[in-house]
């Protein structure tokens, strides 16, 4: 066991009771996904990907390099980082390198509003600071709090210290935050609500973001720069996500083809459908669908 091992095992298990249970902040809900030990051998590297979700790592002894959105930093023993919901990033160590640590995936998700920003504006802050690419290493105190986890704790006080390490980076990151809050009279604003709607509304067609880029008169150049900037993801990488999202739905409300939801979402045919499908939801479509299956088909289907 290597020297700071120890040190996590513990709060990991504590965070674990945490999983899949919904943690109301505000008008926001916020659910700890997974909660798992990340312990990589020697040479390991992992290719660029990403994931709808986000990703907080601690190391605990060791090192890596990862790049976030292009830029390389190093992580260090002690050291931490995030990654937020569709951002590309890798891993890669140095020769004869390995890490341990532990990882952690969760979900925001604002309930009570939409894609369009009709929430609070303190709710906007929040989602538009854990947006924000942060591609450095994270002070060893942003770990601590997770750290400090005992066994006798209740899972009622586990699911407060969980929300108020969240609120804290919070409070620590909104001073530092170089992304302005967004204003309902800002223009750039303006123009992302506008795009949003676009996309809401023609998903099912063949878009090109000059279309809309033109729509909206303004460049290609400062539309893609403007979204990605308030969203943290490109028009095409949340487009795609509109598509899945309502490809979900009609994978569980239906009994459509492949073939038929993928031209239903604006896709092709169904073999790019089932590709971006699996990328985005980490899941085939045939399995999806499987999984959401009554109870009562699964158990009887021959």
């Not at 929040?126 to 400090?148: G, M, N, S, V």
């Not at 969980?162 to 992304?179: H, K, M, P, V, Y």
């Not at 971006?276 to 669908?289: E, G, I, K, N, W």
Request: hydrophobic share 40%.
């Amino acid at each position: 066991m290597k020297n700071g091992s120890a040190a996590y095992k513990l709060p990991l298990q504590q965070l674990r009771l945490l999983m899949l249970q919904p943690i109301r902040i505000g008008g926001l809900t916020i659910t700890l996904l997974d909660a798992l030990s990340a312990d990589h051998d020697e040479d390991w590297s992992y290719p660029s990907h990403r994931h709808p979700w986000y990703e907080f790592n601690y190391v605990s002894d060791g090192g890596l390099f990862t790049t976030i959105a292009g830029d390389e930093f190093r992580i260090e023993a002690g050291q931490s980082y995030l990654i937020p919901p569709g951002i590309v990033h890798s891993h890669r160590h140095r020769q004869g390198e390995s890490d341990e640590g532990f990882c952690l995936r969760w979900q925001i998700v604002d309930e009570a509003h939409d894609d369009l920003g009709t929430g609070t504006a303190e709710e906007k802050e929040f989602l538009q600071c854990f947006a924000q690419i942060r591609p450095y290493a994270l002070k060893p105190e942003t770990a601590a709090p997770l750290l400090a986890l005992r066994s006798e704790m209740s899972v009622l006080a586990l699911r407060s210290a969980f929300a108020s390490w969240i609120t804290g980076l919070f409070e620590d990151w909104r001073a530092n935050t170089q992304i302005p809050l967004l204003q309902s009279h800002d223009h750039s604003d303006v123009i992302v609500r506008q795009t949003l709607l676009y996309l809401n509304a023609y998903y099912a067609t063949e878009l090109r973001v000059q279309d809309i880029a033109s729509s909206l008169h303004v460049s290609y150049r400062t539309l893609a720069r403007l979204f990605k900037q308030r969203t943290g993801v490109t028009v095409i990488e949340k487009l795609n996500d509109i598509r899945i999202k309502q490809a979900k739905k009609l994978l569980i409300e239906t009994q459509l083809t492949l073939k038929q939801i993928a031209l239903a979402v604006g896709l092709k045919n169904e073999f790019y459908f089932s590709t971006l499908f699996r990328q985005v939801a980490m899941v085939t479509p045939s399995s999806f669908r499987e999984l959401h299956k009554p109870w009562s088909e699964r158990l009887f289907v021959t």
